[in-house]
């Protein structure tokens, strides 16, 4: 029911920081900006679900509260479906926003907690009725709606402030975190749970997380945050498989991508690395993207997904010894010391042959270099990012 526009969003707090000190010196104030959110832009279609996603203090949560109108907005424009909202209060943009700690009033019942947002709005007690019923039925909560919040588990919880949201019908419904605060098991349930909800109503989702397992189930698209500016924006299938940069690379996907710092050396019919002794060739794809740095020595990091990585007990290219073994249940996941550096192999269960995994014990182990990554040693971007990825 909306479409959201960002242009250049930025968010810049001024903090206080304390300058001087000592006996005979006078401490004074200097005001120092810090920047939260850096020219965020962005065109969020009607009916999306898009994720912002990365780790704590990347400015994921202010961008959504920016959306909502809790924030202002320093430098910028915000629009949503073409109306530009900088100066819009949070009331009149038709949003609704789901926090990470429900916000739930204690003393009102679940049924006066969904209802409270729309009371004033629509004076039919019929009509509110019937919304909070037909909410709660969609949430799975209507033998709740008398309780009060305390009366419930955290999953129940959630499933209400959730409710109080999409009664309102709101075009843009904001989620900051909602599912932190759950067991693993009930953020499971939740996740499909709200898979489910998208489905039912018409709204456009931003959903704010660093959770990269709801980010790659839930999202039309992914936004990938750090320090306040967007590293990627993308597919959950795109942005694990051509990730633009390293920090992309190893924040998507568990367990985390290998990292083997190595150079790229010129030859005459093309580009080598040397990589725990073995020298090897770089297929097209790298050598051409190589040489138009016209350098003969580049300093690069490799990164390999540990699903990528083939175990065997011998015969393999590399040799490693077994550190630690972790048995997931549907998969093997194995550390190996290789000349000092830790390398991690996944092996699904379903596929484990007659291999030792115990600690001490040598493996072999090899990759196809179609499935490596190579990123510049000093900017940590994709070097083929935008080309595709390897041979």
Request: with cysteine.
């Amino acid at each position: 029911m909306a479409s959201i526009t960002l242009k250049n969003v930025t968010k810049v707090y001024t903090s206080s920081q304390s300058v001087g000190g000592g006996l005979f010196r006078k401490n004074k104030e200097k005001k120092k900006d810090v920047v939260a959110v850096k020219d965020f832009s962005m065109e969020i279609k009607d009916k999306e679900f898009v994720v912002l996603l990365g780790p704590s203090g990347c400015g994921k949560s202010t961008t959504l509260r920016m959306i909502a109108g809790l924030e202002e907005i320093d430098r910028g424009e915000l629009y949503i479906d073409d109306v530009l909202m900088n100066d819009t209060e949070s009331k009149d943009r038709d949003v609704a926003m789901v926090f990470q700690n429900y916000a739930l009033y204690p003393h009102m019942s679940v049924f006066d907690n969904m209802a409270f947002a729309i009371r004033k709005r629509i004076p039919d007690k019929k009509e509110v009725d019937r919304k909070v019923r037909e909410a709660a039925g969609i949430l799975g909560i209507s033998e709740y709606l008398d309780r009060k919040p305390r009366e419930l588990s955290g999953g129940q919880r959630q499933r209400v402030a959730i409710g109080r949201a999409i009664v309102r019908n709101p075009k843009v419904m904001l989620m900051d975190e909602p599912l932190s605060n759950l067991d693993a098991k009930l953020r499971n349930q939740m996740r499909s749970e709200l898979l489910k909800l998208r489905k039912r109503i018409d709204a456009t989702f931003v959903y704010v997380t660093h959770d990269q397992t709801e980010a790659m189930t839930l999202g039309d698209r992914v936004v990938v945050m750090k320090d306040g500016e967007v590293m990627q924006i993308g597919k959950p299938d795109e942005i694990y498989s051509n990730p633009a940069s390293l920090f992309v690379a190893t924040f998507i996907g568990n367990p985390q991508m290998n990292v083997i710092p190595v150079s790229a050396y010129r030859k005459s019919e093309g580009f080598y690395i040397n990589l725990f002794g073995k020298e090897l060739a770089l297929g097209v794809e790298y050598s051409s993207t190589l040489s138009k740095r016209n350098e003969s020595f580049i300093p690069l990091m490799l990164g390999i997904r540990p699903e990528y990585i083939t175990l065997d007990d011998g015969g393999g290219l590399f040799e490693g010894e077994v550190m630690i073994s972790e048995h997931t249940g549907n998969s093997i996941i194995v550390h190996m010391n290789v000349d000092g550096t830790e390398i991690v192999a996944l092996e699904e269960e379903r596929n484990r042959r007659e291999i030792n995994y115990t600690q001490d014990s040598i493996l072999h182990f090899s990759f196809s270099l179609s499935d490596v990554y190579l990123f510049d040693a000093v900017s940590g971007l994709n070097i083929t990012y935008g080309v595709g990825n390897g041979q």
